[in-house]
């Protein structure tokens, strides 16, 4: 009794060993010997049963009834016992009965089914097992079938070792020896298809019939496969004898039962295996030395085994089938042939002697019909080269072994012709026992080598080579091979010769059929069109097959019918009997092989045509128009069209067509004749239409070889029209609603039609010609007339809702319906399916040439009624009464055997409807309205991706790659399924591809929640697709195709970069797929980085793989960023690990990717970041991605052109310019432009006589030239590409993970070493120049963070300490190595040209940040050397870095010219020895630049009144002047400035005197402007509201979000989460505002205006100390209260400042006392420490991790209490300044108003020019618009009672305290005694005023 634990499975373990056998023999994934072994003997009993072990158990199925649904099941791989529904038992044990399967087994099955439903939608559990079950099988046996014939065939050519060989080699003699053939062999006699079918219950499949089909065709494979398996060692290695009698008793059984009569796929394979059971060319032939004898066969080395064989062949044993039974007798007659004329060890060496009786038996049995019927005609004979091989080896080895027997077949066929003529001639019946047996080989061997799909060219045996070349006149080149002809070629040319002497009429037919089968090929036919030559001239004793007797009884026959004709009474039918049907049947033989002839070879063709004697063209088409039978008109019609396939034949044939009026173009319309007439009454009445399918053929061929555009010229209106409407009317539009014989002929005739419709309209280009001729207005119209194509009709139908339309929809949407209900092997479905394909392609062309026509339409004004196909597509399908065409189009995507063509042309026509239709939402509602469908339409789509085709020319032809697919029509299927879905993914959502992607298209894409297959009900997408096949690429070791993994990595950045779906995908991929981590850890994709040189020719394999390695580091960049704002820590690190850890990854590595990130705890290990770095120790990760990019200028060769203008080509080349691959890159379409060079070449040569092969050569030479641009175009693009991505992970690392996510040492390595590299490239000779600007770009940004990097490690010092105070050595720059990077920037700036401004603008800033940290260092005093050693650098640049920049200052643009001037402020300060302000003076630079100020009065004057349109003048003024300023610093400097004339320019500008305008403050965004410049008190109202709002709690919440947020990416999240550190940093920023506010004020009260601008109202009362306040009770009020704050607020800010200070400082003392002890804290100091919240948050870390928090945390603290302390200072010097005002007032009575006016008043109101040297009026009255108000006038009584209440205020200890401060802060400052100067002064102040 067995367990499900114990039972794996049978499916299961089928496709393990699958995918291990077929992936280690075709070596898709790096081979594993230890994993291949294991595999195949853990798997043996499988493969030796079958299956056949697993059979039903009662004990099984009563323990699974009893504890299934109670106490449950084992179940491999599951901890506890698995209890089971009781349905779900049912279903099991139903499973076991239909499949005589074990019932633990079929549980297991069971299972597997419920996992794979979501791949099968609408489809059932129980009969989804069944398909499993027997996939398991078919899985099995091809297993089987891929180890025996790799052991044969694929060992001799493989790179795996002798030790794989050996193995595969014993363990497949170790199956066979075991009886692996008798189970083959009982599988195939037990498995009954129909019998299965008939087990499944009808009500478990809702798709019935497609259900049964994909069935059928799954054991359709698993028998064939095993079929296969015997065949295959048969051919290789001989069967035992016990094998080979065992296969003759499975023949016995064998029979057709197919539905065309013919054996099966099976039985043909298993008739074969036994013909190789019996081959006699094992024993050998002896007159064939090529054919050596096989020792090993039972043939030779076991006597009993021709004896017992021959017993059982001649035993009088029932067959199914006679005519089998003849073959094996006729192969068993050869080997006793061969036998009898070798020594042969038999016990009975008499029966050798029966040969000939044994093939007479045979052969009247029935041997050579049903080799011909039942054999050749099965579908699959010819897909098999050793199937035709065989039956070869037994036609010939009868012709040369057997040829008494062949003559006295000729003989007996002899007699029965003079016997038939005889009677013929007496007039009575044909006699019925004719003997046909040599008839029957003719047959047999014309038929054998009439089709050669593998190019095998089997029938040159037959012709004997160098004997036709030199006997018959064959150019020698026609020779394939020379020397003596082998004996085999020998005897059967000369059986081809003698079956053609004195050949009666009894054999012509069969005898011109055998030579049409031989003349299979170019060579053949040549061979062939000689031979009949030859009989022609003698040599063939005048033979009747000859070219002169065929062409002496056309012209006969053409004769006598046209005499007949003439001789014809008016009125009277003519008679159509005049040819026997003998003749016929000999003329239309004769026909056919003139066909296979001219169509094989150019020669014979041309040769035929230019005959003067043969004429074949009259007297065809003379023929044509006799009375003959409508069957020998289409043989006619097709042996016309095989002349018209030659461009010299087809002007003829078109002008013979013409006159012969077999179209009527001529005649009235109404009236039908010719080939019309017979179609609507003699075709029609027989129902069958051969004649109509042959001139459809015949127009096929013409229009291929040559059209026409004058024909009918002076008989009727030129062009095509007659026989498009023939074609279009009578053919078409009527081919449904006939009747026909054969129902397959239908869809031959549509396929036809169609066929030549496409072509059509696959030529045609709208032009407005042919739209403008029947418009009013003809002022466009061009002179003459105008000839339409014959596209140019169809197409107009094609937009229009006319019968064609409808037509070609009906059979797109019949075909779909016929291919669900047709089997792979039906008759017919071949047709069904080539109509479909050009009715999709007529879809297909009509909706990419509709745009082109509408912008005709609308650019000419044509009024043309047209819909666009689009908008048609959408209407109702009369057929089923809803607007589904296109669910119908979509649906031959779930044909999975059919065509792969439909499914492209499928995909195709939804992609032009995407980019046609506005309207996606009505797309979508058409494809899921309904579920099941919808589903069945996604698993079309996703059977698509993941099935993709070895196809082994993938990038064999990748020139044309950068144009279109090509051919390769399974991997162009999946390219355009990915093509769409990028399309649609750039759509508003929902799209198509959304939902073909899984995502939710009825309620919300971006609330979707994506699942693997089968949860939640999810069903298998194509998104899973695209995961499975990137999956699939990286564990085969990168052998998909290249383009479609490319093409699944830009999906997946699609989808990861769109608002819509990147939080739901990348959430997907990291959680579900590790996909993130797992693809960047086998980057970089492209390993051989140093082995080819790309200058001549790019490597396109490595131009999709950069395009790969592109798409997916963009996702990284995202996936990143994502992490880091979503605090996801862990997975941000695994990235960053990854990306700076060395790629040291090889094949082997592939699933270590938990290994390897486990193994690394902190990013901690930059050894290989070393500038000095030894050559053993390996790159990171980054600098490998960067090597991967080739940034050298690829080198152009020059074209040497005669016969083309260079200056044309390229605007032809421009004109055929097409997007690459839905990329940017722009690629020249190479058909379109070889189509334009060709109408050149026609040109040129109509025009003089030239050297044609030299034109010839030069036009293959500019198709080489412009194939090249294309890659190089396309190289260019993926290195643009991959450098782009390259960077947004490089910015991503620096700018959104976490600031500590890096030791600041290695941040700071890293950050050197990114910088040298990228400058190093950049700097180097053949840089490329596109490669430059976003080069720069990445040096900007990686500066930018060098210098944010400095500036933190600045700010984590202890806050106003001395440099030292702190040993920060480890911290200090290594500018040794850094100054390397501005030699770098130096060097760039010089090869970059001038006109790449925005390199230039990139690599300022970049040298800005440089210095500025050059600066912050020089700060220090270890550092002040660095600014010298700086500028040593930039002297050693000389003259070319000053005369760069300072051209740039000159004449860049605007941006450019301002960072030019900053760059040259900033050296200039730097400058120690003023070489700078020197050269600027020498060369004239200075005074360029001050003259630039005045050439730009006029515009900043303009920019001061008006409102400005762009403010960069004054922008650029600003750096200008910023610039002459720290010139002018100096008094080297300003000597030179005054020298340049600055003070006398500077007085002629006139924007100085103007005053900015409201326009202008608003343009800049000034909104408040008006508020605080207007004269009444709305400014102040609003100012005095912001201490009030900055109180607020609302505001408070938002400064500590904003403190938070603005910390991130350089604060620990665990120091962001403290609440104390929070309330330091809003108190820090509170402390800020209300500095900001108070400086306001001071600015405000210092304006220039006579009276200031008031923001206090005069009064100190609120200040005076409550003691104090007692004894002015008394006083009366002197006003009314003011609404401004009065001045008290100040002395309260200077006495909170000053009694904060103190307490503060003593804090930060503390603290900066342990701060520098923080390495020797204990626990419990730090403890003290550190704010309450983080130590229970500490606790829990290790000791390395917590001493690093806390020092940070330290760092942080000793840092806020510093900048409190400083803006305490600095809060406590500025309201000093607002309580001097008072009394800078001295009180004075104006006469004229009576106000009192401070000295401030006679302050000149009006500045003067510079220019201006009149003395200004100190007069008030002047302006008298600057009175005040009552509200801003101070009386008297107010400054009194100011003076009184000061003193009281400001008393001693508040000044004693400020001078204390001064004393404690101010110590070892610049700022030394300024705090004691301003108490002096106010008391002095206050003192005076009283």
């Known amino acids: ?217 799954i054991l359709e494979e698993y028998t064939m496969s095993l079929a296969e398996c015997l065949f295959v060692w048969s051919f290789y290695k001989p069967l035992s004898k016990n094998d080979s009698l065992k296969m003759i008793e499975y023949v016995k059984n064998c029979k057709p039962n197919s539905t065309d009569d013919t054996l099966n796929a099976v039985d043909v394979f298993m008739l074969s295996t036994t013909l190789n059971c019996i081959d006699f060319e094992a024993l050998g032939t002896g007159e064939n030395e090529n054919i050596p004898s096989d020792t090993s066969h039972p043939l030779v080395n076991d006597a009993t085994f021709i004896p017992e064989m021959h017993a059982l062949l001649s035993a009088n044993a029932s067959w199914e089938d006679e005519g089998l039974r003849g073959v094996i007798l006729m192969a068993w007659s050869l080997v006793l042939r061969v036998c009898s004329q070798q020594t042969v060890n038999i016990d009975n060496p008499e029966l050798l002697e029966d040969d000939e009786v044994i093939l007479e038996y045979a052969i009247n049995i029935g041997a050579l019909r049903f080799l011909r019927h039942k054999v050749i005609k099965s579908r699959v004979f010819y897909n098999e080269e050793f199937l035709i091989r065989r039956i070869h080896s037994l036609v010939t080895g009868v012709i040369i072994l057997m040829p008494l027997k062949i003559k006295e077949l000729r003989n007996a066929a002899d007699e029965s012709a003079r016997i038939q003529q005889a009677t013929m001639q007496e007039g009575n019946r044909e006699p019925t026992d004719l003997r046909m047996e040599f008839s029957d080989f003719l047959y047999l061997i014309g038929e054998l080598y009439k089709t050669d799909p593998l190019n095998l060219q089997l029938n040159l045996e037959y012709w004997c080579q160098t004997d036709i070349a030199t006997t018959y006149g064959g150019p020698s080149t026609t020779v394939s091979y020379r020397g003596r002809p082998s004996y085999r070629q020998v005897n059967l040319f000369k059986f081809v010769r003698l079956a053609g002497d004195l050949l009666p009429a009894f054999l012509y037919v069969p005898y011109v059929e055998m030579l049409t089968g031989l003349a299979t090929g170019s060579q053949a036919a040549y061979f062939c069109y000689l031979i009949l030559k030859s009989n022609s001239s003698g040599h063939g004793g005048g033979a009747s097959v000859s070219w002169d007797h065929i062409f002496y009884s056309f012209k006969s026959y053409y004769a006598s019918l046209r005499d007949a004709v003439s001789r014809s009474v008016p009125g009277q039918s003519q008679q159509v009997h005049q040819i026997t049907p003998e003749e016929l049947a000999a003329l239309e033989a004769v026909l056919r092989l003139m066909q296979r002839i001219i169509e094989q070879d150019e020669t014979a063709r041309m040769a035929l045509y230019e005959n003067q004697v043969y004429m074949p063209l009259p007297v065809l088409f003379g023929l044509l128009g006799c009375v003959v039978p409508f069957t020998l008109k289409a043989e006619i019609l097709l042996t016309l069209a095989g002349f018209s396939k030659s461009q010299e034949i087809a002007p003829g044939v078109w002008q013979y067509l013409e006159s012969s009026q077999i179209i009527s173009t001529n005649s009235d319309g109404n009236r039908k004749s010719g080939i019309e007439l017979e179609l609507a009454e003699i075709e029609s009445k027989h129902e069958t239409y051969p004649e109509t399918r042959a001139f459809i053929t015949l127009l096929d061929n013409l229009t291929d070889a040559f059209y026409p555009s004058a024909i009918g010229t002076n008989t009727r209106e030129t062009g095509f029209q007659p026989y498009m409407k023939f074609l279009l009317e009578d053919v078409f539009l009527k081919f449904s609603t006939r009747q026909y014989r054969n129902p397959s002929e239908k869809w031959q005739v549509a396929s036809l039609v169609l066929k030549v419709f496409e072509k059509f309209l696959r030529n ?96 000419y004004d044509i009024s043309l009624m047209v819909t666009p196909l689009s908008t048609l597509l959408l209407n109702v399908n009369p057929h089923t009464g809803n607007t589904d065409h296109l669910l119908y189009i979509a649906r031959f995507l779930t044909h999975g055997n059919t065509n792969s063509s439909l499914s492209l042309s499928a995909v195709h026509i939804l992609y032009h409807m995407c980019r ?134 830009h999906v997946i950045y699609k989808l990861c970069s769109s608002t819509e779906t990147c939080n739901a995908t990348i959430r997907y991929l990291r959680n579900n797929h590790e996909f993130f981590t797992k693809h960047l850890f086998r980057m970089p994709f492209i390993k051989d980085i140093h082995t080819r040189d790309e200058l001549d020719t790019p490597d396109p394999y490595r131009v999709i793989m950069l395009l790969q390695q592109s798409w997916l580091l963009k996702c990284i960049a995202l996936e990143l960023r994502s992490t880091s704002l979503n605090r996801q820590r862990s997975d941000t690190h695994n990235l960053v690990e990854l990306l700076v850890s060395s790629s040291d990854n090889t094949e082997d590595d592939v699933g270590s990717i938990s290994t390897a990130l486990e193994s690394k705890t902190f990013i901690s290990d930059f050894s290989c970041l070393d500038a000095g770095r030894t050559p053993h120790q390996k790159k990171i990760r980054l600098f490998y991605l960067l090597d991967c990019i080739n940034i050298k200028q690829d080198i152009e060769t020059d074209l040497q052109l005669e016969f083309f203008d260079p200056i044309a080509l390229e605007q032809a080349v421009q004109s055929c310019q097409q997007v690459w691959r839905q990329n940017n890159a722009k690629v020249c379409n190479i058909d379109i432009f070889r189509r334009i060079v060709q109408e050149e070449v026609n040109n040129i040569l109509s025009k003089a006589t030239i050297d044609k092969e030299r034109l010839n050569n030069e036009v293959q030479a500019l198709l080489k030239h412009v194939v090249l641009m294309n890659k190089r175009q396309c190289a260019l693009y993926a290195k643009l590409q991959a450098f782009e991505a390259w960077q947004e992970v490089v910015e991503v690392i620096f700018s959104a993970c976490p600031f500590d996510l890096f030791q600041p040492k290695m941040r700071e390595d890293l950050l050197l070493r990114l910088l040298q590299e990228i400058l190093d490239r950049c700097c180097k000779d053949g840089t490329m120049s596109e490669i430059q600007a976003p080069a720069a770009g990445v040096v900007l940004a990686l500066m930018a963070q060098f210098r944010k990097f400095t500036s933190f490690k600045m700010r984590d010092k202890p806050f106003g300490l001395d440099s030292s105070a702190v040993d920060n050595k480890e911290d200090t720059v290594s500018f040794s190595t850094f100054r390397d990077v501005l030699k770098g920037i130096l060097d760039f700036i010089l090869r970059s040209s001038g006109k790449q401004q925005r390199v230039r603008m990139n690599l300022y800033v970049a040298l800005l940040y440089y210095l500025q940290i050059s600066l912050d260092a020089s700060k220090s005093l270890e550092s002040k050397k660095n600014g010298n050693d700086d500028m040593m650098v930039l002297y050693s640049y000389g003259e070319v870095i000053m005369d760069v920049i300072c051209r740039d200052a000159c004449d860049a643009p605007d941006i450019g010219m301002t960072l030019a001037f900053t760059v040259l402020d900033v050296i200039v300060s730097m400058d120690w020895q003023k070489r700078w302000i020197d050269y600027l003076d020498v060369k004239g630079y200075l005074r360029h630049f001050i003259e630039g100020i005045v050439r730009s009065d006029e515009i900043l004057h303009t920019l001061t009144v008006s409102a400005p349109i762009s403010m960069k003048p004054l922008y650029i003024y600003e750096s200008k002047m910023a610039l002459l300023a720290r010139i002018s610093s100096y008094d080297h400097g300003a000597e030179a400035v005054l020298r340049s004339g600055l003070i006398p320019m500077l007085t002629e500008c006139k924007f100085y005197t103007t005053r900015p305008s409201e326009q202008f403050i608003a343009s800049e965004g000034s909104t408040w402007y008006s508020q605080f410049s207007s004269n009444d008190h709305d400014g102040q109202n609003v100012l005095s509201l912001i201490p009030r709002f900055c109180s607020h709690q609302q505001w408070n919440q938002f400064i500590k979000r904003a403190s938070v947020i603005s910390h991130h990416g350089y604060s620990n999240p665990l120091i962001e989460s403290s609440q104390e550190i929070c309330k330091q940093e809003i108190k820090l920023l509170l402390q800020q505002i209300c500095l900001n506010i108070t400086a306001y004020c001071r600015a405000t009260l210092a304006g220039t205006n006579i009276y200031g601008s008031a923001c206090f109202s005069p009064s100190l009362t609120k200040a005076v100390p409550p003691e104090l306040s007692a004894a002015r009770k008394g006083l009366s009020q002197l006003k009314k209260p003011s609404q401004w704050p009065n001045l008290s607020i100040l002395i309260h800010l200077l006495k909170d400042c000053v009694e904060n200070f103190s307490v503060t400082f003593d804090v930060y003392k503390k603290y900066l006392y342990k701060w520098n002890d923080s390495a020797d804290l204990m626990s419990e100091e730090w403890k003290d420490f550190l704010p309450e919240d983080m130590i229970l948050m500490l606790e829990g870390k290790l000791n390395k991790n917590r001493h690093q928090f806390i020092y940070t945390l330290m760092t942080k603290v000793v840092n806020n209490k510093g900048k409190e302390i400083t803006n305490y200072f600095c809060i406590l010097l500025i309201p000093n300044y607002g309580l001097f005002l008072p009394y800078q007032i001295c009180p004075t009575l104006d006469e004229y108003t009576g106000v009192l006016i401070s000295r401030r008043a006679e302050i000149p109101l009006k500045l003067r020019k510079l220019h201006d040297i009149s003395l200004p009026r100190s007069s008030v009255a002047e302006d008298e618009s600057v009175i005040k108000s009552d509200s801003e006038r101070i009386t008297k009584e107010e400054y009194e009672q100011i003076k009184t209440d000061a003193p009281l205020c400001l008393n001693d200890s508040l000044l004693q305290k400020m ?11 610049s700022r030394l005694e300024f705090i004691h100067a301003l108490v002096r002064n106010l008391k002095r102040i206050m003192k005076m005023s009283n």
């Open 1 to 217: 009794m067995a367990t499900l634990a114990e039972v794996r499975g049978v499916w299961g373990p089928s496709k393990e060993i699958w995918h291990v056998v077929e992936s280690t023999l075709t070596q898709d994934k790096p081979p594993d010997y230890h994993e291949f072994e294991t595999v195949l003997k853990k798997y043996k009993p499988q493969l030796l049963s079958l299956f056949s072990s697993t059979r039903r158990s009662a004990l099984d199925r009563k323990n699974i009834q009893e504890h299934g649904a109670s106490s449950g099941i084992e179940v491999y791989g599951e901890p506890v016992p698995r209890i089971f529904s009781q349905p779900f038992i049912q279903e099991a044990l139903n499973l076991s009965d239909i499949l005589d399967l074990n019932e633990y087994a079929s549980i297991e099955l069971l299972l597997a089914s419920e996992h794979q439903k979501p791949r099968f939608p609408g489809l059932q559990r129980l009969p989804l097992a069944i398909m499993l079950y027997y996939d398991g099988c078919r899985c099995l046996s091809y297993s089987l079938r891929s180890l025996i014939q790799w052991r044969f065939d694929g060992s001799t050519d493989t790179d795996l070792g002798e030790e794989f060989i050996e193995l595969v080699a014993r363990y497949t003699n170790d199956l066979m020896d075991q009886g692996i053939t008798a189970k083959i062999l009982d599988s195939l006699k037990t498995l009954k298809i129909d019998n299965i079918i008939s087990k499944i219950p009808p009500n478990q499949s809702t798709q019935s019939i497609k259900y049964r089909l994909q069935l059928v065709d």
């Open 764 to 859: 045609y280009e709208p032009v407005p010609e042919f739209f403008l001729e029947n418009q009013t207005d003809n002022s466009n119209m061009p002179t003459g007339p105008i000839v339409k194509p014959p596209g140019h009709e169809l197409f107009l139908r094609m937009l229009q809702p006319t019968p064609v339309l409808k037509l070609v929809l009906s059979v797109t949407y019949t075909a779909c319906i016929g291919l669900d209900e047709l089997a792979s092997s039906a008759a017919g479905r071949d047709f069904l399916e080539e109509a479909a394909l050009y009715a999709l392609r007529l879809v297909e062309l009509s909706l990419l040439l509709e745009k082109q026509l509408l912008r005709i339409l609308r650019a």
């Open 916 to 1049: 046609s239709s506005m309207l996606q939402s009505d797309i979508i509602t058409v494809l899921t309205n309904t579920p099941e469908i919808a589903l069945e339409i996604m698993k079309g789509f996703v059977e698509h991706l993941e099935t993709l085709h070895n196809e082994p020319d993938v990038l064999q032809d990748l020139d044309q790659e950068y144009i279109e697919k090509g051919h390769r029509t399974h991997t162009a299927v999946s390219e355009s399924i990915l093509e769409l879905l990028l399309y649609c993914l750039d759509l508003p959502a929902p799209s198509l591809a959304h939902f073909l992607l899984g995502y939710d298209v009825r309620k919300s894409v971006s609330k979707t929640t994506l699942q693997d297959p089968g949860i939640l009900g999810t069903p298998h997408t194509c998104l899973h697709a695209i995961l499975a096949i990137l999956q699939r690429n990286l564990d085969n070791g990168f052998k998909e195709s290249p383009q479609i993994i490319e093409e699944c990595y």
């Open 1859 to 1869: 001078n204390e401060v001064e004393d404690i802060f101010g110590k070892d400052k």
